[in-house]
């Protein structure tokens, strides 16, 4: 299982050229543009638009890229060309343990957490609130019925490392797939399967189904979801801490035109639990046209115990996301604070995100179940994990995981936003993030953001219920 937390220089995908025109220079230097291509020995892998722009993705040789920047910028018909930035995935260590349910187990499934250090459950959904926010699909204090209130008609698109579709809490919910993986589009649910891990547990804490008597439940947990695939197959063993390997890292431009493509499919939520610290043009485009088509982008602040956000979260208008975690040392007093790795923006503490369940572990041997989530994971995992052992509940299938970082804390956002959508599909993506922030709690962390994430207040505030 990947684990990230990289700072220090950006890091790029190898042959990559980013090479942006104003679309019509473009049609009209056709040839001249595909001369250009021709001379830095280039090929050209996908082209988009972007309102006035246009994209055109280049691969050169590797270790020609800087020349072949030097090159299209001279052309006189070039707006810029830039190096496509490397994207991570935004978790921790990950082990695997026994499995929980929502509804935690004996002696432990008491208020408020329904869990114990060594006892699983989902702390996470029972500290923003989430039965309480279901709620609002039965009669509520408005005297109303939100039929819609646990997500059923928002899509959320999931841009990960793809999804194992064959588990339990994630089968028939797809109803969008696509893999994009080095400019190479490729359609359709065979090519979504999941060999890490990571994007199938993001899509269970996003919406994995509940109310089915099975493992677990997602914050929008009738959602219908989209996925989309642009890390590779890790190779055989997994991807280690901080490994360099072009098979655990995706390109910037390839998250660019997932993006685009969930827009183009209809998504009204994209949840981005990857990041790094250099920008990338087409993925900065890509979002920027998103928001402004209406669509929520949630993405992980990153996990390097930094002062500045990663981007695609520091991009204007993203809705970041760090890590929120629960502190156990004191077993009578038992609060809640940020992980120590989550990223923020000390320039802006107030206002450059909120915090979420993350987790925060000391170590991939940390036995202690309230420094983690749990949630679902692939049946394949190329570390060669079990993850599909007998669950403490004695049923088979439900492969699952311990992990931590931003990654798993986003997705709780994504999900909460699926769920204001469903009970008010008018909010604009600044009103959902005003929504969330002024309904956030205040755990008392000058890292918190705007607070942490209360899914239950939000939703009171989106259906006007003065009294939650």
Same mark, same amino acid.
């Given at each position: 299982?990947?684990?990230?937390?990289?700072?220090?220089?950006?890091?790029?995908?190898?042959?990559?050229?980013?090479?942006?025109?104003?679309?019509? *220079?473009?049609?009209?230097?056709? +040839?001249?543009?595909?001369?250009?291509?021709? =001379?830095?020995?280039?090929?050209?892998? &996908?082209?988009?638009?972007?309102?006035?722009?246009?994209?055109?993705?280049?691969?050169?040789?590797? !270790?020609?890229?800087?020349?072949?920047?030097?090159?299209?910028?001279?052309?006189?018909?070039?707006?810029?060309?830039?190096?496509?930035?490397? =994207?991570?995935?935004?978790?921790?260590?990950?082990?695997?343990?026994?499995?929980?349910?929502?509804?935690?187990?004996?002696?432990?499934?008491?208020?408020?957490?329904?869990?114990?250090?060594?006892?699983?459950?989902?702390?996470?959904?029972?500290?923003?609130?989430?039965?309480?926010?279901?709620?609002? !699909?039965?009669?509520?204090?408005?005297?109303?019925?939100?039929?819609?209130?646990?997500?059923?008609?928002?899509?959320?698109?999931?841009?990960?490392?793809?999804?194992?579709?064959?588990?339990?809490?994630?089968?028939?919910?797809?109803?969008?797939?696509? &893999?994009?993986?080095?400019?190479? =589009?490729?359609?359709?649910?065979?090519?979504?399967?999941?060999?890490?891990?990571?994007?199938?547990?993001?899509?269970?804490?996003?919406?994995?189904?509940?109310?089915?008597?099975?493992?677990?439940?997602?914050?929008?947990?009738?959602?219908?979801?989209?996925?989309?695939?642009?890390?590779?197959?890790?190779?055989?063993?997994?991807?280690?801490?901080?490994?360099? +390997? @072009?098979?655990?890292?995706?390109?910037?431009?390839?998250?660019?035109?997932? /993006?685009?493509?969930?827009?183009?499919?209809?998504? =009204?939520?994209?949840?981005?639990?990857?990041?790094?610290?250099?920008?990338?043009?087409?993925?900065?485009? @890509? *979002?920027?046209?998103?928001?402004?088509? !209406?669509?929520?982008?949630?993405?992980?602040?990153?996990?390097?115990?930094?002062?500045?956000?990663?981007?695609?979260?520091?991009?204007?208008?993203? /809705?970041?996301?760090?890590? +929120?975690?629960?502190?156990? &040392?004191?077993?009578?007093?038992?609060?809640?604070?940020?992980?120590?790795?989550?990223?923020?923006?000390?320039?802006?503490?107030?206002?450059?995100?909120?915090?979420?369940?993350?987790?925060?572990?000391?170590?991939?041997?940390?036995?202690?179940?309230?420094?983690?989530?749990?949630?679902?994971?692939?049946?394949?995992?190329?570390?060669?994990?079990?993850?599909?052992?007998?669950?403490?509940?004695?049923?088979?299938?439900?492969?699952?995981?311990?992990?931590?970082?931003?990654?798993?804390?986003?997705?709780?956002?994504?999900?909460?936003?699926?769920?204001?959508?469903?009970?008010?599909?008018?909010?604009?993506?600044?009103?959902?993030?005003?929504?969330?922030?002024?309904?956030?709690?205040?755990?008392?962390?000058?890292?918190?953001?705007?607070?942490?994430?209360?899914?239950?207040?939000?939703?009171?505030?989106?259906?006007?219920?003065?009294?939650?």
């Amino acid at each position: 299982m990947p684990t990230i937390g990289r700072g220090g220089e950006n890091e790029y995908a190898p042959g990559i050229i980013e090479v942006v025109y104003q679309g019509p *220079v473009l049609s009209a230097h056709r +040839s001249e543009a595909a001369g250009l291509v021709e =001379r830095v020995q280039g090929d050209v892998r &996908s082209e988009m638009d972007f309102s006035s722009d246009r994209v055109q993705v280049v691969a050169v040789p590797p !270790g020609t890229e800087d020349a072949a920047i030097r090159q299209f910028e001279a052309s006189g018909i070039v707006k810029s060309a830039s190096r496509s930035a490397l =994207r991570h995935l935004e978790s921790t260590t990950a082990a695997t343990l026994n499995d929980p349910y929502y509804n935690g187990f004996a002696p432990a499934n008491v208020p408020p957490l329904y869990m114990a250090a060594s006892v699983p459950g989902q702390w996470d959904m029972h500290v923003i609130c989430a039965a309480n926010a279901w709620g609002y !699909g039965n009669a509520n204090t408005t005297g109303s019925t939100f039929a819609g209130a646990l997500g059923g008609n928002v899509k959320i698109a999931i841009v990960d490392t793809g999804a194992d579709l064959t588990h339990p809490e994630l089968a028939n919910r797809t109803v969008f797939a696509e &893999s994009v993986i080095n400019g190479v =589009r490729t359609v359709g649910l065979p090519g979504m399967h999941d060999n890490d891990g990571h994007g199938t547990d993001v899509a269970g804490i996003a919406a994995a189904t509940g109310n089915n008597s099975f493992g677990f439940a997602g914050v929008a947990y009738a959602a219908p979801l989209m996925i989309f695939k642009v890390f590779p197959d890790p190779p055989a063993g997994g991807c280690a801490a901080g490994s360099t +390997s @072009a098979l655990c890292s995706a390109n910037g431009s390839d998250v660019g035109a997932a /993006i685009s493509d969930a827009v183009a499919q209809g998504a =009204r939520v994209i949840s981005l639990s990857l990041g790094a610290s250099g920008a990338d043009t087409q993925e900065e485009l @890509a *979002v920027s046209q998103a928001i402004a088509a !209406g669509v929520v982008v949630v993405a992980a602040s990153g996990n390097e115990t930094a002062t500045t956000l990663d981007f695609p979260a520091r991009d204007p208008n993203v /809705i970041a996301v760090g890590a +929120s975690s629960i502190d156990d &040392s004191n077993p009578s007093a038992i609060g809640e604070s940020v992980a120590s790795y989550s990223n923020y923006d000390a320039t802006n503490p107030l206002l450059w995100g909120l915090v979420a369940p993350g987790g925060d572990p000391a170590g991939g041997s940390d036995a202690d179940d309230l420094h983690w989530i749990e949630n679902i994971f692939t049946s394949t995992p190329a570390d060669g994990t079990n993850a599909c052992s007998v669950d403490r509940n004695g049923q088979t299938g439900d492969c699952r995981v311990l992990i931590a970082g931003t990654s798993q804390a986003t997705p709780h956002v994504s999900g909460a936003v699926a769920l204001l959508l469903s009970v008010n599909g008018s909010l604009t993506p600044t009103t959902v993030k005003t929504t969330l922030c002024t309904t956030a709690r205040n755990i008392n962390n000058a890292k918190q953001g705007c607070g942490r994430l209360d899914v239950y207040r939000a939703m009171a505030r989106a259906v006007n219920d003065l009294n939650p």
